[in-house]
């Protein structure tokens, strides 16, 4: 199974971008994707994730500019950010956890490669 994101770049502070994350390869169900961030010299964070059936949880930090949305059916995530803030400049990272395999019982957790946001001020 591999996470191919896609939508990163540059933008001026304020403005928005769409990252996507598409899964591939055998799947036959994730439970949990989200999305994670980590700026120059800190950790790795959570951003927001997003379960099956739709419910999704936020950091404080991004809470009514950012919009996790997710499609079943194509297995792909999207993050909406909006108004964004030199803060938000980091490598954003896709990930699936819960991720099976059909014929499998064992879950694995899936990452992507990264893709960078950076918002100039």
């Known amino acids: 199974v591999q996470l191919v994101e896609s939508g990163g770049g540059l933008v001026q502070a304020g403005g928005s971008l769409r990252l996507s994350c598409a899964a591939s390869g055998s799947i036959a169900s994730i439970n949990t994707m989200g999305w994670y961030r980590q700026a120059a010299g800190k950790q790795r964070e959570l951003v927001a994730r997003?379960?099956?059936?739709?419910?999704?949880n936020y950091a404080d930090s991004v809470k009514g500019r950012f919009t996790i949305a997710r499609d079943n059916e194509q297995n792909t995530i999207y993050l909406q950010m909006s108004r964004l803030q030199s803060e938000d400049t980091a490598v954003y990272y896709c990930n699936a956890d819960g991720v099976r395999a059909p014929f499998e019982v064992r879950f694995r957790e899936v990452w992507g490669q990264g893709t960078l946001v950076t918002v100039s001020s």
């Open positions: 997003i379960s099956k059936d739709g419910s999704a």
